[in-house]
């Protein structure tokens, strides 16, 4: 289930025995029209998964500057958040720089992209220094938040029947290492559980790493936002 609630990061008062106010802020309307700062915007999400018995929430928040999203993820267990994930991403949320910090297990990493073919993996992993080079296929994106990206409904829109990306795995046995995964269109079907009719997209690495798992996941086909 998804929550979505869109919110503005302005609230202005104008009072009429204030006319300096009035006159700040048609400055300011000048120069956002004249291109002099870029308009910010911002949203936030709530995703809750449930894997088996144990259920999982997705503080989820993101905000646009300039040609940069900035995105702050925090995963909550039982009431407790477990982990967070601080993102960079372009406009097409392809990622820039990526930092993971799982609380009570002295892990801390960064990743951050060097050139379009190589990425950095550098900090703390369960106690240990980790220092990594990675090289990645330059015509393949780094999607590091998956499903939830919300660049995914260009995917979901799209006349492409996969995406192959690179994303940095969480969890062992992939824990911080970057692989090469495959998300490939299914079917599209109406959802009575969701009510709505979605479209079902299988989520794999790719190659022989396909056999130790794979994720089906619903975006609702109006909009291409992950239902689950």
């Given at each position: 289930?998804?929550?979505?609630?869109?919110?503005s990061l302005f609230?202005?008062?104008?009072k009429?025995?204030q006319?300096?106010?009035?006159?700040?802020i048609i400055?300011l309307?000048?120069v956002?029209?004249?291109g002099?700062?870029?308009?910010i915007?911002?949203?936030?999400?709530t995703?809750?998964?449930l894997?088996?018995?144990?259920s999982?929430y997705?503080?989820y928040?993101?905000?646009?500057?300039g040609?940069?999203y900035?995105?702050?993820?925090?995963r909550?267990h039982?009431?407790?958040?477990?982990?967070?994930?601080?993102?960079?991403?372009d406009l097409d949320?392809n990622?820039i720089?990526?930092?993971y910090?799982?609380?009570?297990?002295?892990t801390?990493?960064?990743?951050?992209?060097?050139?379009d073919?190589e990425?950095l993996?550098e900090?703390?992993?369960?106690?240990?220094?980790?220092?990594e080079l990675e090289?990645?296929?330059?015509?393949?994106?780094w999607?590091?938040l998956?499903?939830?990206n919300?660049g995914?409904d260009?995917?979901i829109?799209?006349?492409e029947?996969?995406?192959?990306f690179?994303?940095?795995?969480t969890?062992r046995?992939a824990?911080?290492e970057?692989n090469s995964f495959?998300?490939e269109?299914e079917?599209i079907?109406?959802?009575?559980?969701f009510?709505?009719e979605?479209?079902r997209?299988?989520f794999?690495?790719?190659g022989?790493?396909?056999?130790f798992?794979?994720?089906?996941?619903y975006f609702?086909?109006?909009?291409?936002?992950?239902m689950?």
């Amino acid at each position: 289930m998804i929550f979505y609630n869109p919110y503005s990061l302005f609230d202005m008062h104008i009072k009429k025995q204030q006319p300096y106010i009035l006159l700040s802020i048609i400055l300011l309307v000048f120069v956002i029209a004249t291109g002099m700062i870029s308009p910010i915007y911002a949203q936030q999400l709530t995703y809750h998964e449930l894997r088996g018995e144990e259920s999982f929430y997705y503080h989820y928040d993101f905000k646009k500057s300039g040609h940069e999203y900035n995105i702050h993820v925090a995963r909550l267990h039982e009431g407790d958040t477990t982990d967070k994930q601080i993102l960079v991403t372009d406009l097409d949320f392809n990622t820039i720089s990526w930092r993971y910090i799982r609380f009570g297990e002295e892990t801390d990493v960064m990743a951050r992209r060097l050139s379009d073919d190589e990425v950095l993996i550098e900090g703390v992993l369960d106690g240990d220094d980790l220092r990594e080079l990675e090289e990645l296929d330059d015509d393949e994106p780094w999607i590091q938040l998956f499903p939830m990206n919300p660049g995914m409904d260009s995917f979901i829109f799209s006349d492409e029947d996969e995406l192959v990306f690179w994303s940095i795995g969480t969890e062992r046995p992939a824990d911080m290492e970057i692989n090469s995964f495959s998300a490939e269109k299914e079917e599209i079907a109406y959802n009575k559980d969701f009510g709505c009719e979605v479209l079902r997209v299988n989520f794999s690495p790719t190659g022989w790493k396909s056999f130790f798992w794979d994720g089906d996941y619903y975006f609702r086909t109006s909009d291409g936002r992950e239902m689950g």
